[in-house]
């Protein structure tokens, strides 16, 4: 069984940052990608990042790139989200999701809310 507990929501000005910590339990040496979404309530859940098992390939949604990082620390099996420049449309919850071969394991997400 894997489990994920994502950290590190708030609400935080415009322009300011936060990092999001996203803690994986179980199997951890065979999961593959792992990703960051978000979801504003009414709309679908969006990725918004993903690293690779070994954390050398990394991919980012347009509306984030240059703004977000994602990375990962193998020996304390923890992902995370250094998000930078913050808008007023990054509000959403965000989440981490784990792969384990076909298998979707997903955190059940921390809130973050930038407004002034």
């Known amino acids: 069984q894997v489990q994920l507990v994502e950290s590190g929501g708030g609400l935080v000005q415009p322009g300011g940052s936060l990092r999001l910590s996203c803690a994986v339990s179980?199997?951890?040496?065979?999961?593959?990608?792992m990703s960051w979404y978000r979801q504003v309530p009414g709309k679908e859940r969006e990725v918004v990042a993903r690293i690779s098992s070994g954390g050398g390939s990394t991919d980012y949604a347009e509306s984030v790139r240059g703004r977000f990082t994602i990375s990962k620390d193998n020996v304390k099996n923890t992902i995370y989200l250094q998000m930078n420049s913050l808008k007023p449309e990054d509000t959403a919850v965000y989440y981490c999701?784990?792969?384990?071969?076909?298998?979707?394991?997903w955190g059940k997400g921390t809130p973050v809310t930038v407004s002034s």
């Open positions: 179980g199997f951890t040496s065979r999961l593959s990608v």
């Open positions: 999701k784990a792969l384990l071969g076909v298998l979707e394991y």
